[in-house]
């Protein structure tokens, strides 16, 4: 048991399990919704032993030997081509304290998603195996520690997504599929030409003693590594890091959604089917904060540390300008997509503070955003499903027709705005904490702290537009929660509680790597600086 | 005035024009065949003088002896050819068989 | 028995009242007595309290217990939960206790017959909860978490009758504007965070006293007092975010009772309280200021108000102003003993108002009432006295309070030579002794004026009328002091309450607050915390002594001329009252006709309301449509623009693909097809041809090489 390769497991069950659908004949929609069911399930039991076996003492970030599950296999190595050297792409999977949340995030909103998707009738065969595929892609990100293999998840992940918005989506899907797919291509090119440029500079040192270039992030983090004339190495004195640093971000940044790259993220989700909204918020969102926490912090300590307050000030436009644009929606969707852009900027700030705090606020966040947003867009499913409109103000005195959901909802609206005792709360409270510990972004956090206030404008207006006042008289048919929504929506709710009372279960598990991660932050300028000199 | 290997070439170059002007003036296309039947001919005769006069051995007169045989051959499928074409056409003259134009 | 015993019975205190909104709320279809559980679950929880007040006084009157766990621990810095246990937070538990209690009670047949009955129920619960939570809690980050919570229940319990748009708009603005103050409160918290990595109070305390303040500035100290106000600005309804407690009047009257007049819109003052020892002097004239404003415009107001409820509701916002004013001229001790005094007599008016209300059957506008005296004998009796107690009338509790705090701002204005407070203080007492009386006067006295309504009115059952009787009784000043005219010489405040240790460095204090170093022992006040083991920190700091000699000298002086003028203003206020709607000697409405100007600005509340609808929200409703607007079109715009650029261009570079480039090849082809065109004229099929041209090319090529 102590080698099996949970890693791998996890993340290509549902590939197998894609495999398996396609033998089933079209007209068994039963059996393909289970066994997407069982994958994801057993996807959840993973996840969980994984956390059993977590070692909570050990950081990750850079240091190869403190990652766990390990791994590592020969994938492709080719020395033919005598002007390029030897190509080395190493299967490499790992994680530690900033993957593992998300891994157990991405497993229970899989999970969900599937019970979410059962109402799904449109050639049902395709749809799940479109969705099994884009599930192996975003766990791939998430445990992959070689940049070709987080690239190739993450080029995985787009094209069911594509398929899923473009064949199960509403009116406008042709429009909304191609957007995104086109703006998150667009932003994969800026990764790829960094991946390639970062490849060229670093070079790793084998077992055998030879040094060959290499695709190894953690290798990449480490500036003894580099080459001295790589055009992304630490050691040339015309590096292009900062340019590269740049591109990587915005490659990352248009995934979050960050502002001004956002506007694909209103359409993508208005137009998506229920479950995959709560898919494209819950987790997809993630991977852009995670890519950079992954990726551009650790490999740029230097560079991110002379432009941490950019990025703190996208985060406060993100905050302010998010919420203020749901403030003036009227498709109760826009309104929580918007939303989910106000909320990620949070991430953004608390990573930008650079110290434990904040950056364990940013990741707590990203957890939090994913529970209580799927949350969010599974309340508007339901409603739409009954109602077949999502228009704010076409609802009223909801509460009375259907008061357990209204419960739910009054739950994840406060969730949303940070009430206390709500796992929200505590990653809010943190970020702005460790933001406001920095010294350069304090400005820039106390104006983000407005979106407190906003927040709890656009919801509440949200929620009294919904459930408050009288009932409407065309509603008065519209039957409260089915037992297929408990399911979805008594786990995530008992998460948001759980985590709201006692966040230290999940933030024991984070807290060696964010401990880890902003010592090297609060190092790298010596360490880099002295490189040149 | 001993005959050397210029007489030789010179008659060669005489069968060769007369086999040239056979083939290019005459209509008849088994007119054309002997003019062919010339040429061949004055290069046997050059080859076997250049064997002669060139201290080449018995090769010369060897593939004198080929192209006579080969002569004979082609003689044979000409002359077959020569029949179909006046099958296909009627005809035999060469001036009006000029479907290879197109 | 030790000081462990206390903090095991404040956790049951705190916990039960979960407890019971749990069960309450996931039972409340299945099982329709269960607000009897929640009922009995108050019951207990006061008299565990009213057990914690007895031995906490009696056995450790000058001890702080103290209890935490952590909660989340990160590296060096550990956020902990924990209790704590002094005079103030007893008290104050045994207010909150009983006012619950006593407002289940009441609510059993106030809100009898509603269709959500048992959630009503399971929402007090968490109120209750949340409220005690504020009370024991021993750091700011808990004092923010229940300050929130309590912000919820109060949100939920204000739109209770959702179906009420009026409700759910006072429920959401009631929310929104709190959470405008908490901005103020949670930057105070990052502030303090930032500078001390705690939120324990008595780490702060202890660390201010040792000298490090924020950013090294007695200037930021100041602005993190003050940002901390902002939250009991927003929570106490203090100006200028006053505007959403008279709305909260939309909800149930036991709700106004309970959370917007006695313990909930005193959890500021209290915030206030606790963090006392930080507020430098530049905070403490902001705090003063912010309440002499609350105190007074309020008052204005409600002189004009026609509803029973929202006279009640500025009363409480100027009485609440009072106690912020005491606390920002320095008058501790009183502004707090104004606070539990005040939560008692206001309890039992909003109460009682909700036993008019309930035998008019919901008619809560006072022109449509009258002589109702009659009919409610009881309700009468404890409104009345309840009155008197507000109004600043001998032998009641609101007597000793008031004087107290008007002697404060007395002495202030002499110490400081600022008579502002005192003006304010004095002027407030006149216009509330007014206004209190015409609402009782109309209410209850005269003719009935709505015959109809009256002739159904009859006196509320029993569950209804003990509540007022409660706290009817406790509004006398034989609780708190034996002798009506002098509070000092009770227990309440010689011996429980005591004024904290200020810890702010010496320069930023007033001079009347500065230690007095001739005198190392406690004055006659009594004031330091006794250490004990679990406080050793914060009374460790060296500062023993917080007010000096002269403020105590000169509240002393300033008491019996502050007595003098107070009664003297209270009698002239009541007597107005009879005046003008007893007697009918003077006419109001002339009054009003000829004051026009002043008498709109009161009647329509100064015009916040609109003032703040078409600055504050309508800007924030502008700006947000104008950034969805920009959102939609100019950004989304420049994404569309630059496909549609993409596209154009592509289309270009198509047409230019077609034409030019196959263009170029297919000019290529034609080029050759011509060349073989002419080329094809020596093809004449002839053999002979041929032949020709092949010796004469012969011939060429043996020309040209001939020289080889």
Not at chain 1, 381 to 395: E, K, N, P, Q, S
Not at chain 3, 349 to 377: C, N, Y
């Amino acid at each position: 048991m102590q080698n099996f390769p949970i890693l791998s497991f996890i993340t290509f069950l549902p590939l197998l399990g894609m495999v398996i659908l396609l033998f089933i004949p079209k007209k068994n929609e039963l059996i393909i919704k289970s066994l997407t069911l069982v994958v994801t399930s057993l996807q959840v039991i993973a996840a969980i032993v994984i956390l059993h076996g977590y070692n909570y003492a050990l950081g990750g970030i850079n240091d190869p030997n403190s990652f766990q599950f390990i791994e590592k296999y020969r994938w492709i190595d080719i020395t033919g081509f005598s002007w390029i050297g030897r190509i080395k792409v190493d299967y490499f999977l790992g994680i530690d304290g900033i993957s593992v949340p998300l891994v157990l995030l991405t497993a229970i909103i899989s999970f969900i998603a599937t019970l979410s998707s059962w109402t799904i009738n449109k050639s049902v065969k395709g749809y799940f195996a479109m969705f099994l595929l884009l599930d192996t892609g975003m766990m791939g990100v998430f445990v992959a520690l070689d940049l070709f293999l987080f690239y190739i998840f993450w080029e995985l992940m787009l094209l069911p997504m594509y398929f899923l918005i473009g064949i199960w989506g509403g009116p406008r899907r042709e429009y909304a599929a191609i957007k995104f797919f086109l703006y998150t291509l667009f932003g994969s090119i800026f990764i790829l030409i960094v991946m390639i440029a970062l490849y060229f500079s670093t070079k790793e040192v084998l077992p055998d003693g030879s040094r060959v270039f290499t695709f190894n992030m953690l290798a990449m983090m480490n500036p003894q590594n580099y080459t001295a004339t790589g055009i992304l190495s630490p050691l040339n004195p015309n590096n292009l890091r900062l340019i590269a640093y740049i591109a990587l971000f915005v490659g990352f940044a248009i995934k979050i959604p960050m502002f001004p790259f956002h506007t694909w993220l209103p359409d993508a989700h208005v137009e998506a089917p229920t479950a995959i909204s709560v898919i494209l918020a819950g987790v997809l969102l993630k991977m852009g904060t995670y890519g950079i926490l992954r990726v551009c912090f650790p490999i740029f300590p230097d560079i991110t540390r002379e432009l941490v307050w950019y990025i703190a000030l996208f985060g406060m436009i993100n905050i302010i300008y998010g919420a203020l644009c749901a403030l003036a929606q009227k498709d109760f969707k826009k309104m929580i997509a918007y939303s989910s852009i106000s909320h990620m900027g949070l991430v953004l700030l608390g990573m930008a503070s650079l110290n434990a705090m904040g950056i364990t606020g940013a990741v707590f966040q990203m957890f939090n955003h994913g529970t209580i947003t799927a949350m969010l867009f599974l309340i508007v499913g339901v409603i739409y499903d009954r109602a077949h409109t999502r228009g704010l103000d076409d609802f009223g005195g909801l509460a009375t027709q259907m008061p357990i959901y209204a419960g739910f909802t009054t739950l994840a609206f406060f969730a949303a705005i940070g009430l206390p005792g709500l796992s929200g709360f505590v990653s809010e409270a943190f970020v702005f904490l460790g933001a406001f510990g920095f010294g350069n972004i304090r400005v820039l956090t106390v104006i983000s702290t407005l979106g407190i206030l906003l927040g709890a404008g656009y919801m509440l207006w949200a929620m009294q537009r919904v459930f408050l006042g009288g009932l409407k008289e065309k509603w008065a048919s519209l039957k409260d929660l089915t037992f297929r929504e408990y399911a979805m929506l008594v786990p995530l709710a008992v998460i948001v509680i759980f985590l709201g009372v006692y966040p230290s279960a999940m933030l024991n598990l984070m807290n060696s790597s964010v401990n880890a991660m902003a010592k090297l932050m609060a190092g790298a300028q010596t360490v880099y600086g002295s490189l040149l000199h | 005035m001993e005959v050397g290997l210029n007489h030789f070439l010179f008659v060669s170059v005489c069968l060769f024009s007369l086999g040239i002007f056979g083939i290019v003036t005459r209509k008849n296309a088994v007119m054309v065949l002997m003019g062919i039947e010339l040429i061949l001919n004055s290069a046997n005769i050059n080859f076997v003088a250049f064997a002669k006069y060139g201290n080449f051995g018995y090769q010369g007169q060897i593939v004198a002896l080929f192209v006579i045989i080969l002569a004979a051959a082609e003689a044979a499928i000409a002359l077959a050819i020569v029949l179909n074409i006046y099958k296909t056409f009627s005809t035999v003259n060469v001036d009006e068989i000029d479907t290879m134009k197109d | 028995m030790t000081g462990n015993n206390l903090i095991d019975i404040a956790l049951i205190i705190l916990f039960l009242p979960l407890l019971g909104f749990t069960v309450t709320l996931f039972l409340a279809k299945k099982v329709k007595k269960i607000y009897l559980f929640e009922t009995l679950i108050i019951i207990v929880a006061f008299v565990l309290s009213v057990i914690l007040v007895f031995l906490k006084l009696n056995y450790f009157p000058n001890a702080t217990t103290t209890s935490e766990v952590s909660w989340i621990s990160l590296g060096s810095i550990s956020i902990d939960l924990g209790i704590m246990v002094d005079n103030i937070a007893v008290l104050m538990i045994f207010v909150v206790s009983l006012i619950s209690m006593l407002v289940h009670l009441f609510s059993i047949a106030y809100m009898h017959g509603d269709k959500r009955y048992n959630r009503y129920f399971a929402y007090l619960g968490i109120f209750t909860f949340s409220m005690n939570g504020i009370v024991f809690t021993h750091n700011i980050l808990m004092m923010y978490i229940f300050w929130e919570l309590v912000g919820l229940s109060s949100y939920l319990l204000i739109g209770f009758w959702y179906e009420k748009k009026s409700a759910s708009d006072a429920g959401k603005k009631a929310f929104i504007v709190n959470r405008v103050g908490d901005l103020g409160f949670f930057s105070g918290i990052l502030i303090l965070f930032a500078t001390y990595h705690t939120f324990t109070f008595d780490k702060i305390f202890h660390q201010i006293s040792l000298g490090v303040i924020p950013f090294n500035s007695e200037f930021w100290l100041t602005v993190t007092g003050i940002l901390i106000f902002c939250g009991a600005i927003g929570k106490s309804a203090q100006f200028p975010l006053h505007v959403w407690l008279p709305d909260a009047m939309e909800g149930p009257t036991p709700v106004s009772a309970l959370i917007h007049a006695a313990t909930m819109v005193a959890a500021g003052v209290y915030l206030v309280v606790r963090v006392f020892p930080i507020l430098t002097s530049g905070a403490l004239e902001f705090i003063a200021i912010i309440g002499a404003l609350s105190a007074f415009i309020p008052a204005t107001i409600a002189i004009t108000q026609n509803d029973i409820k929202k006279v009640l509701a500025y009363s409480t916002v100027s009485q609440l102003g009072y106690m912020v004013m005491a606390l920002g001229v320095g008058a501790y001790k009183f502004a707090f003993f104004h606070l539990v005094t005040h939560a008692f007599f206001k309890a039992a008016l909003f109460l009682g108002s909700g036993s008019v209300i309930h035998a008019m059957h919901h008619e809560q506008d006072i022109r449509k009432m009258g002589g109702l005296r009659k009919k409610l004998p009881l309700t009468y009796a404890t409104f009345l006295i309840s009155t008197l107690a507000i109004s600043g009338v001998p032998l009641t509790s609101g007597f000793l309070s008031k004087d107290g705090i008007l002697a404060g701002t007395f002495a202030f204005g002499n110490l400081t030579g600022q008579w502002f407070f005192a003006f304010v203080g004095f002027l407030v007492a006149l216009v509330t002794a007014f206004y209190m009386f015409r609402l009782v006067i109309l209410t209850f006295h005269g003719e009935p004026r709505d015959k109809e309504k009256y002739d159904h009115a009859k006196e509320s059952p029993f569950v209804m009328v003990m509540p007022l009787v409660v706290l009817a009784t406790l509004s006398i000043f034989i609780w708190y002091t034996p002798n009506p005219f002098n509070p000092e010489q009770g227990a309440f405040l010689s011996k429980w309450v005591k004024a904290p240790t200020i810890v702010t460095p010496q320069d930023s204090r007033y001079s009347f607050l500065k230690s007095d170093e001739a005198q190392p022992e406690a004055n006659v006040q009594g004031i330091q915390n006794v250490p004990t083991p679990s406080s050793t920190e914060a009374a460790n700091s060296g500062e023993e002594i917080t007010f000096s000699k002269t403020y105590t000298e000169a509240m002393e002086h300033a008491h019996i001329p502050a007595m003098m003028l107070s009664l003297f203003l209270a009698g002239i206020g009541i007597l107005f009252a009879f005046l003008f709607y007893q007697w009918k000697k003077l006419d109001a409405d002339k009054l009003a006709e000829k004051i026009n100007p002043l008498y709109k600005l009161s009647l329509n509340k100064w015009y916040f309301d609109e003032i703040y609808d078409a600055t504050f929200v309508a800007l924030t409703l502008g700006i947000s449509k104008v950034l969805a607007w920009i959102d939609a079109n100019i950004i989304d715009g420049i994404v569309n623009g630059s496909a549609t650029v993409t596209k154009m261009f592509s289309s270009f570079t198509g047409k230019f693909d077609n034409v030019v480039v196959d263009g170029m090849v297919n000019g290529a082809a034609y080029m050759s097809g011509f060349i073989g065109l002419m080329f094809r004229k020596l093809q004449t099929g002839k053999v002979q041809t041929y032949i020709v041209l092949v010796v004469f090319s012969l011939v060429i090529l043996l020309f040209l090489f001939k020289s080889f």
